[in-house]
């Protein structure tokens, strides 16, 4: 695929479509991804409450329903996940990228890369113009999406387990 480009990539790298089989395989990568990335940004208890079983039910809910995502695997196993759709919020692109995560021991070998292309090129095919991304600002999702070329456009306040956050837009125009 041409966007394994980089001299970087992990050699044993394999990106595919999940399916709804793969739904316990994606919300282990995503609850141990949301634990490495986030611990001092959430409160550790609420890290630990994160259970596999009710994101395997919401990701085998949407991966029925018509969502799709992709999978990075390393010798069988799932170190990563890409997902995306249409835009929550339409005024800053009609595309999203909903996820994007990698865990930890495979980061800085090209797959973050690799899944992001993946799905920005899906969201091209569904004839969605544009992409966004949400991210923390505190996190470490920022500056990769700089790097990317994303083009901060948005910033806004949530709050997860009562710490309230502030999250920023990066988008790729078409
Ligand atoms: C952000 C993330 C997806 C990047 O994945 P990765 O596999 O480490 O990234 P890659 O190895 O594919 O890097 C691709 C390029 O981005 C650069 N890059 C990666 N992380 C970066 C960062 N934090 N800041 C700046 N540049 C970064 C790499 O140097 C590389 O550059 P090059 O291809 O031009 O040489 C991964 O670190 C991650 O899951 N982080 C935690 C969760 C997160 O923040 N997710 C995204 C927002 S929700």
Redesign the pocket.
Known sequence: MHWLR?A??HPRLVIRRATSADAEAIARVYVD?WR???AGLLPADHLESLSYGRFAQQWRYTLSAGGWAFVAEVEGEAV?IGSGGRARDGRLAEGELY??????A???????????EACHYRLALSGLRGMV????AA??????????GGVLAGEKSLEIAGVPLREVAYVWPD
């Not at 996820?99 to 930890?104: F, G, M, N």
């Not at 495979?106 to 690799?114: D, K, N, P, S, Y």
């Not at 991304?133 to 923390?136: E, F, H």
């Open positions: 980089s970087q990539v991804c490495e990335s986030y990563g996820v994007l995560y990698v865990r930890l495979h980061q800085g070998r090209g797959i973050g890369r690799a899944l992001f991304a949400w991210t923390l996190g470490p999702g920022r500056r990769f999406y700089e790097h990317m």
